[in-house]
């Protein structure tokens, strides 16, 4: 059973192809890329993967079960075992650092002691132990966005979604992240689908990218596929200039 | 079903129940006379010159205040949003005086202030006063108590639409040009949607007065309706009288859906900690502060003073208490009531709108805003052609029928402000939430409600103020026994010594006002020792 | 750990639907309690309250009311009574002219009862079937400034040209105006009274909202008569404005003034018909009628023999008009349509 399969799905908005007959398998534990410029569906992509869109057509697995198919999402987000990292981050002002990891838990009816000891676990893996108390708005971007992994993985994901996470932030922490975001997916082996829409970005994380182009699977492999799916895109800069 | 479906379904239901079943049987007895389907109690309606006239009267006067509460209200909103003015919070306040109190009742203190025997005349000679009084008497007048009315609709809607504007685009202008052409060139435009909206519910609210042109005598369509009833007894006629003020209703919100709804979209969420820019008024500071305490003093001030200045005695305010404390006391109490079912209905049914939840938010959307146009008399009198039967005699003859007049008349107030708190909070908060394991319940309670919940307090606050000023509605259909303040001023009017009268018109205003003026005094307190705490 | 799957509970939606149905029901107010009584009056509250609480006081009944607005701007009780025809709330109805509850007894909203109370009330003051009962009158007067040398006597002041643009009169469309217009438009027929109505017209007479602006404006000197209810007439001359009241028409071979009483009816299946009849019999009471004479609502009591104070006329000193009442209520509603074209409507 492998954690993803996509067979065929499509999407369409207003009449206008988003995701176009896209097919992939991940395999478990592994760290994909979906790699695009701005409006070639790689959001639609991961919020269907999410259960936040269905699928106009195509059908959508997760560990061997039908998770979506043709205009219906048979399992909602919260029964997917997954988490997400939103490109905003998402983080609610009005908890503390502590109540945006925990709010999860408590949807699921963990005792306050195993809260406690879930967050604490959560707070030392991300390095933010000591920002506990504070509210979002004290925290500086990359705070945030440690915070804002932590929440995703506070129900222990079997998969993890990332929506260009990294986008506002400087080079140094950026790579940083990077380096956090690789450290954790190797020490609690979730699959991860991970969206940017830069190569250097994509080659770092990813151990397989997929490179996508107007909805649709234009490439995948790594840094040769890379290569090449950047030449073509400076011919056709050069030939439309 | 998800419980989603189910409540907002369920609020949409209540809605039509509550609110379009009483018209659609007014609509059907307007329609069916003598035992046969007829139209003529509307033929008489397009046929006739005077309501073709009183049309003209009310379009007109709609019109007009429309325009000159934005040609105001814009400008006083930036001066109070967005400069350094001096006191602005106390204008503001002051500006939305008027607006919490029943329109008639400022009309009465301006007739008192230039009256024959009023403070105008012993001022300026009787001979002045008399041009003044004559002057008030009609459109003239109307347009200015209605004016001093709903300017605070659109100051208010300014200083809210002026903290969306991402304060980057200001300062990209700013590099460019000075602040009147930042003004010019960015804000007002980015915030133009919002200005027209406040624009469209000033022309709402006032093309459905009925008490200000009444007591001002200025001939208005909504008087058709009430001639209708009161000297006709023609339940039909009445009931097609409405229907002009319908059109105007769906005309206004076609405009806001054509030319507003995509532009709303296009303002950007300000994270809080962003800063905007505030304008240094340097010289004309003082200039500024003088003009705009000379207006307030003239719309606000004055007639409220006049109202005070003849009841100003004790044993006044005692006799004036003697006959209407149960009144008021009634009136607070219906009137909290009022506001926390209105807040209850508005946040699912604004959530419903603002979020396009369900595929007939729209139509959910128009039959509050419809509602909340039609003239009170026939929401009053389908209120009674609905509930007054044996079998639902134990909720007509209670209480609870004022209450669902105010539902039925005020749920667009609190759905709109719950559906523009709502665009303010970006989905990903809720899909963060459902992708954790809320269920939509929870994420409305533990993540939406919290964030929205200033939105929320100023719906409830802007619910009680309409509860508590409701005249028209609950006129028709308080149980015996039950009156509320407004009605019993209006009851008492005649005959009853002047004195007794404006106190019991100031006693109304202050339990307007004082309420949510504590409410806002107390947050800003909270804030202001949060901030003191984290400093 | 596994993660846990959320499952819906019930318990938000019933808490949902509680908290909506708690303020719709802990607002009934006791309805149905036996031993009250509820009336819809048109008469003033200023004035009728006070009657309502002494009976209170002195029989221990409660008194539920609904109280209307001035004339022009009713939408109240009137109209409450006939949209709740099919299940009355009201016990009573004290309306403040005759007309009104002849309307109501045409839409079989009025029920019959011959109140003891009544007995000496003139026949002419009372419907021959019972329906309703006159007491405490208003009488039609003209209102004049006292400064004037020669003031008007008669209606037909209206339209002498002597007083072209000088006097004032009520919105016809509303209160006892009409009543008064097409009581006229009996006596004299309608060509007659259309005459009348076309000289008011070319007289340049002004138009007020009310009775009670009418006699406003003369009381301000911005008209010089106008013709109102005898109420209005007397609580300006106590407030001691510079005004009089003429009762007019009162020579010899003419018609005489209007006088309009206060009418209380019986509610066709009221809620509770015993206390309802015991508050109609204190309402026709001479008492009531005494109380309501020296109020300054100033009311000509239509018994005989109950004192008066010196300003008002006992009403058998004065010359009044033969008004067959039923059939001025028929004329008001004919004559509505014409009305309603002679303001331009």
Known sequence: ?241 | MTAKRTILTGIFLLVIVLGLFPILAMIAASLHADGRWTFDSYQGLLTSRREWALLRHSFVLAASVSLLTALFGVPLGILFGKTDFPMRRFFTIAFTVPLMIPPYITAIGWADFLGANGLFAKLCGEAAAGAAYNLLFGFTGCLFVLFSTFLPVVILLTMTSLKSVHPRLEDAGRLVTGWPGVLRRITVPLILPSILFGIILVFLLTIGEFGVPNFLRYDVFVLESFVQFSAFYNFGAATAAVLPLALFTVLALLIEWVFLRERFHEVQTVPEKAASPVIELGGCRTGSFVWTAVFCLTVVALPLTVLVGRSFSVSVYASALAVASDSLLRSLVYAVLGASLLSLVGFFMGYLVGRQALPFWRTADTLTIFLFALPSAVIGIGLISLWNRPLTNFIYGSSTMIIIGYLVKYAALTSRITASTLSMIPQSMEDAGELAGLGWMRRIGWIVAPMARKGLLGGWLVGYVFCLRDLETTMIIYPPGHETLPVRIMTLMANSPPERIAALCVVMACATVVPPALAWSLVSLKRGGRNHETH | MKPIVVRYGIRPLACFFVLIAIPLTSLHCGKNSANEVIIYVSEDQVFSEPILNDFRRETGIPVKAVFDTEESKSTGVMNRLIAEKGNPQADVYWANEPIRAEVLKQKGIAAPYFSPAARDIPEKFKDPEGYWTGFSARVRVLIVRAALAEKPQSVLSYVDPLWNGRGVIANPLFGTTTVELAALFVLWGDDRAKTFMTGMKKNNVRISTSNGESADFVASGQSDFSLVDSDDAVNRMRQGKSVQMIYPDQGSGEMGCMVVPNAVLLVNGAPHPAQAKKLIDYLLSKETERKLAFADCAQVPLHPSVETPPDIRAIDRLSTIPINYAEVARKVLEIQPYLKAWLGY
């Open chain 1, 1 to 241: 059973m492998k954690p993803i399969e996509l067979e065929s799905v499509s999407k369409c908005f207003n009449g206008k192809s988003a995701v176009v007959d896209f097919s992939i398998q991940v395999e478990k534990g592994e760290r994909v890329v979906l790699l695009g410029p701005s409006g070639c569906g790689k959001t639609t992509l991961l919020r269907m993967l999410a259960g936040l869109l269905a699928p106009d057509e195509g059908r959508i697995f997760l560990d061997g079960v039908l998770v979506a198919k043709s205009g219906r999402i048979l399992r909602p987000p919260e029964e997917r075992a997954l988490g997400m990292v939103f490109q905003d981050l998402a983080l609610w002002p009005h908890l503390s650092v502590s109540g945006n990891i925990q709010l999860g838990l408590k949807a699921h009816g963990l005792p306050g002691r195993d809260r406690a000891l879930r967050v604490g676990e959560l707070l030392e893996l991300v390095e933010m132990t000591e920002y506990a108390d504070a509210k979002p708005s004290e925290l500086s971007g990359g705070q945030q966005q440690r915070v804002a992994l932590a929440r995703a993985l506070a129900l222990r994901p079997k998969l993890l979604l990332m929506d260009e996470p990294l986008s506002n932030l400087d080079l140094e922490l950026n790579i940083k992240l990077r380096a956090d975001i690789i450290r954790l997916q190797q020490a609690t082996a979730f699959t991860l689908v991970y969206i940017t829409h830069d190569p250097e970005e994509a080659l770092d994380i990813g151990t397989r990218i997929v490179m996508m182009r107007e909805g649709r699977i234009e490439q995948v492999g790594k840094e040769k596929e890379v290569r090449e799916y950047f030449e073509k895109i400076q011919n056709r800069a050069r030939a439309g200039s």
